[in-house]
């Protein structure tokens, strides 16, 4: 495997995360306002982002706010941090 495709495929594990830390901010965001969970975009948004939260949803800090989608973000930020990046740097050093 030659280094831009190691580069390559970091990139878009980069960008799926980031891309999922901006559904579950539009996710966040739309909790505060009413809305159709019957409109195709909102529900996809729904769908993709669930399986995120919902780990986090047993995280229960005062009293009605809903921190999950923070716990969520910050634990794709760990994990962007401390296993992608050394992962991929990792390989990419044995190769190179």
Do not use: C
Request: proline share 5%; glycine share 6%.
């Amino acid at each position: 495997m030659k280094i831009s495709t190691i580069m390559y495929i970091y990139r878009v594990a980069d960008m799926v995360i980031m891309i999922l830390q901006w559904l579950i901010i539009i996710r966040s965001i739309l909790s505060w306002f009413p809305h159709s969970t019957g409109n195709f975009i909102i529900r996809t948004i729904y769908e993709i982002t669930e399986p995120i939260l919902r780990p986090f949803r047993s995280i229960r800090i005062g009293g009605m706010i809903d921190f999950s989608p923070l716990f969520a973000i910050l634990a794709l930020i760990l994990f962007r941090s401390f296993v992608l990046g050394p992962l991929f740097g990792g390989i990419a050093s044995l190769l190179y």
